[in-house]
């Protein structure tokens, strides 16, 4: 069982940045995949960017391509979002999810969410 814990969220104006965290702890967190995903009031999840159990593949939504980056340090449990030049329709709940080695931009491969952390830009 993972257990899965956002950080990082909070109030930005546009143009600026926010790095979210996703902690990680059960399981062995070196074998899975984290997604993150956000959701605005009246819609859908929606895939933001994932990476895969080694680091070596990511892949991001085309709304975020270019502004923002995930990783992962294996040896902290931990993977980043580092979000730059925020718009306001970034503003949602965003999410950390895993699942075991490939990751994936469908939400319902994933097998252990978070809380969500929220995040809001300001214009």
């Known amino acids: 069982q993972v257990q899965l814990v956002e950080s990082g969220g909070g109030l930005v104006q546009a143009g600026g940045s926010l790095r979210l965290s996703c902690a990680a702890s059960g399981g062995i967190f070196s074998n899975y995949a984290v997604g993150w995903f956000r959701q605005a009031p009246g819609k859908e999840r929606a895939f933001v960017a994932a990476i895969n159990w080694t680091g070596s593949t990511t892949n991001y939504a085309d709304s975020v391509k270019g502004r923002f980056t995930i990783s992962r340090v294996n040896a902290k449990n931990t993977v980043y979002l580092q979000m730059n030049s925020l718009k306001p329709e970034d503003t949602a709940l965003y999410y950390c999810?895993?699942?075991?080695?490939?990751?994936?931009?469908?939400?319902?491969?994933?097998?252990?969410w978070g809380q969500g952390t929220q995040v809001a830009v300001s214009s």
């Open positions: 999810a895993a699942r075991l080695f490939r990751s994936s931009d469908y939400p319902g491969s994933y097998d252990y």
